[in-house]
């Protein structure tokens, strides 16, 4: 059976349990049997070694750990008498033996499959009746390593979380990223390493740190040795895989199908259980290649307490660039996996994750998200960018982009950065499946991995400078301008001030007091009402030379204004009127008009950009009385808002609106084609009437 025939004969169980398991715990069943098939068929050829070698060594060493999985040829091994068939052939026992089969197995295996919570469902189904049948359901399948290889377990494993992940109507892509997809990957990974990998005796390490079901780390892993059906770059080459998970059957599952693959077992142990963002497991550890498709969109509300804390240490933690906001944590698992980088003393480090499109765009200057990606472009780290083609996921056909990083860029490509529009390289599938309809075959995921070899700029290939996607966000200030008039409209806007209100209120908690001060408080209403009444019906344009009436006013009356007062009736008193004098502060400084201010961004030169007396660079001065001054003659620079890495005017932002530079202009059709069209279709309708009636 090929692949697909073995996942729809696995998933058939479900035929057997739909009345006692609802859709959503399928895979409460399905997924832990499939594992302990295997399993079983497995150590079945050395069983009866295993048993052997046990009994003879009952009571004669503490630890028979090591001469049990030699005996097995696994870093695993299981002592119980049983398997599938004895299993089977003691039906009034299958519980219990199954639970004494499970306990069997060595600490390492059994740690792994009690994340599966098993135990649980054995009473269920045996409660049902239904051990039995599914039991005999698994045992016709043969998922030996002979017939099933690895490469084709590890889809048949991603197909079913993906089948169990639409039966939940949850998101598989947390899961689950198509194999065409992964290869990719591995691909743009590793381009231009090629003599680096292929030296005697080379160690590398792989780690993936949301590793789902080992998918990347394995396919990665398999692009640098090869297999049968693909050559390698270095066959003898001594790799060695990490990754952390945090959702506990694609653990288990990922934990178990590597411990199946080596003798030593040495990856599985390096696969461990646990949110990257709140516990980092591989703490102090750094990896040649890191690999990642972290889930799209997700909150790190859970994780919040520990990731601030990670923050709050700065450079010596894995946050130090900034956190984004917190309906996404994308770009959180991307400076986790910069964290984990080797040193270039140590020979450097090359990055592939897939994200969607907000971590490009997402913030403005001096947001989270923009202060990341500025320190990942400022130190150079961001090799190129691929837009892929849409609906090549199975739960979402939204657009992705894959970022290829490393801090040891070949020296033409330092300080650039490779824009690779990707959208047009795709087949459709024969059948969709979910929302994939789209797959990216090996001659056009060859194409895209020969744009990012050659780095030049071509149809589908933009080079930028780092500078290029950076900006400076500065605000304009235009003078604030108002008139003032005691009308009858105007005098009615004190009624809403806030100053005049609370005149007539009272915070007194003794009610003779309260009384007393609200009533004094109407009656100085009504003498600063009486007064603003008073005016004449004069439009001043000039706020010096009102307010100076004002108190005069105020003075013959004998009222007295408080600076706060006095700011409320000027305030119900002015409209604004760019014919008016320039309102100014005590030292004579134009006053901001808050409803005029602006902001502008300015693009970062690729050069020096030398600052003046007052904080503003070359760029911002030239960029202002360019674009700014011969629009609005009377307008300035605010000074106070200012960068907080470089202290200069205006903060700095980082986005790549990816598809602003692939934007290709289509005229509209001419207006005689569209009437001609137009002629043609009434033709056609008063045609179909005639015949209608």
Known sequence: MNHSEIV???????????????????????????????????????????????????????????????????????????????????????????????????????????????????????????????????????????????????????ELIRKFNEALNENPGEHFTPRDVVDLMADLLLAGDGDRIDKKGVVLTICDPCCGTGGMLTVTRDHIIGTEKREGINTEADIHLFGQEVNPETFAVCKSDLFMKSS?????????????????????????????????????????????AEYDKGPSGRFEAGLPRISDGQLLFLQHMLAHMKS?????????????GSPLFTGDAGSGESEIRRWILENDWLEALV?????????????????????????ERQG????????????????????????????????????????????????????????????????????????????????????????????????????????EGRERQAEIRALVESLPDTRFADRAEFELFLIDAARKAGVKLTATLKKAVLSALSERDEKAEICRDKDGHPEADPELRDAESVPLPVGDDPVDGDGVTASVRDFFEREVVPHVPDAWINTTVRDHHDGNVGRIGYEINFNRYFYTYSPPRPLEEIQTDIVKVEREIAELLEDLL
Not at 405 to 410: F, G, I, M, Q, V
Not at 492 to 506: C, D, G, I, M, Y
Request: with cysteine; aromatic share 10%.
């Open 8 to 158: 729809n004969f696995l998933w058939s169980v479900a035929d057997l349990i739909r009345d006692t398991f609802k859709r959503g715990k399928y895979q409460d069943v399905i997924l832990p049997l499939t594992v302990l098939r295997r399993l079983d068929c497995v150590l079945e050829s050395t069983k009866e070694g295993v048993l052997e070698v046990n009994e003879s060594l009952k009571g004669r060493l503490d630890n028979p750990g090591p001469q049990l999985c030699k005996a097995s040829g696994f870093a695993f091994y299981n002592t119980s008498r049983y398997d599938f068939d004895k299993l089977l052939a003691d039906a009034p026992n299958l519980a219990s033996n199954l639970r004494n089969f499970i306990s069997g197995f060595s600490s390492n295996m059994r740690e792994v499959i009690e994340k599966f919570d098993f135990d649980n469902t054995i009473s269920k189904l045996d409660e049902a009746g239904l051990l039995f049948k599914v039991m005999e359901r698994f045992r016709s399948v043969d998922l030996h390593p002979d017939v099933v290889p690895n490469y084709t377990m590890g889809t048949i494993f991603e």
């Open 416 to 519: 650039r950065v490779l824009l690779i529009d990707a959208t047009s390289f795709w087949t459709q599938m024969p059948k969709s499946l979910g929302n994939k309809r789209r797959e990216i075959l090996p001659d056009k995921a060859a194409e895209i991995f020969e744009l990012l070899n050659i780095f030049k700029d071509e149809e589908h290939c933009r080079i930028y400078p780092t500078t290029h996607f950076g900006f400076r966000k500065i605000t304009v200030e235009r003078p604030l301008r108002l008139t003032f008039q005691a009308s009858p409209e105007r005098i009615t806007r004190l009624e809403e001030e806030k100053a005049f209100l609370n005149l007539a209120v009272s915070k007194k908690r003794d009610p003779e007091v309260k009384t007393r001060e609200e009533a």
């Open 264 to 308: 030593d077992g040495r990856d599985a142990e390096n696969v461990l259980y646990g949110s990257i963002l709140s516990s980092d497991r591989h703490a102090g550890r750094t990896f040649d290649y890191l690999i990642a498709n972290p889930p799209y969109g997700k909150d790190w509300k859970r994780d919040e307490d520990e990731v601030r």
């Open 387 to 411: 837009a892929l083609p849409e609906q090549l996921f199975y739960n979402t056909g939204i657009a992705t982009y894959v970022w290829v990083l490393t801090n040891r860029k070949a020296p």
């Open 344 to 356: 270039t003393d140590e020979g450097g480090a090359r990055i592939a994750i897939i994200m969607n």
